[in-house]
T-cell receptor, first 113, second 113 residues
């Protein structure tokens, strides 16, 4: 059974600081997805990582995937208040793409002025 | 207009009642999913469908049933609602091929009294 663990579960950080969210998973997969959820809202796709060594960047967020270590990271650079949200990683169970995802429990990020 | 819509957006019902949550999409995707979100547990897959004739159970299908009426429509039913089915329910769609993410609807907030 595929298990996906995120840490930390809760993170408060000051504006301007850097931090990393970690996503570990238990079985082989080379496809990983990151989503953002604002309170009371739906999930918004951030990144799709489709191979070992993949790195994607959008603004102050950068995601990477190491399939050998079964680890993905979401790095936040110079945090701003707008990045406050819950971030989820999800791993494809079947190995062929986005057919069947297992989600981590999420990291609730709060950016403090 | 939203690509993935869900109705109703909010629903209060009583224990033992049958209710149906509906999902429609205009993205032209073959694959549709129902998830449940509970605080601290992330999203868990209830049922998924890769095409109109293909229905599969997810990790928490007990107490739920689904119907894929057309490519664009996927309904989730609670035959006899119970309080621990109180949760936020999301529908999602994805395209064949696995190169893209899943796209989520706005969610249905269900309270079972």
């Amino acid at each position: 059974e595929l298990k996906v663990e995120q840490n930390p579960l809760f993170l408060s950080m000051q504006e301007g600081k850097n931090y990393t969210i970690y996503c570990n998973y238990s079985t082989t997969s080379d496809r990983l997805y990151w989503y953002r959820q604002d309170p009371g809202k739906s999930l918004e796709s951030l990144f799709v990582l489709l191979s070992n060594g993949a790195v994607k960047q959008e603004g102050r967020l950068m995601a990477s995937l190491d399939t050998k270590a079964r680890l993905s990271t979401l790095h936040i650079t110079a945090a701003v208040h707008d990045l406050s949200a819950t971030y989820f990683c999800a791993v494809d169970q079947l190995g062929f793409g986005n057919e069947k995802l297992t989600f981590g429990t999420g990291t609730r990020l709060t950016i403090i002025p | 207009d939203a690509d993935v819509t869900q109705t109703p957006r909010n629903r209060i019902t009583k224990t033992g009642k049958r209710i149906m949550l509906e999902c429609s999409q205009t993205k032209g995707h073959d694959r549709m999913y129902w998830y449940r979100q509970d605080p601290g547990l992330g999203l868990r897959l209830i049922y998924y469908s890769f095409d109109v004739k293909d229905i599969n159970k997810g990790e928490i299908s007990d107490g739920y049933s689904v119907s894929r009426q057309a490519q664009a429509k996927f309904s989730l039913s609670l035959e006899s609602a119970i309080p621990n089915q109180t949760a936020l329910y999301f529908c999602a769609t994805s395209a064949l091929g696995g190169q893209e993410t899943q796209y989520f609807g706005p969610g249905t907030r269900l309270l079972v009294l």
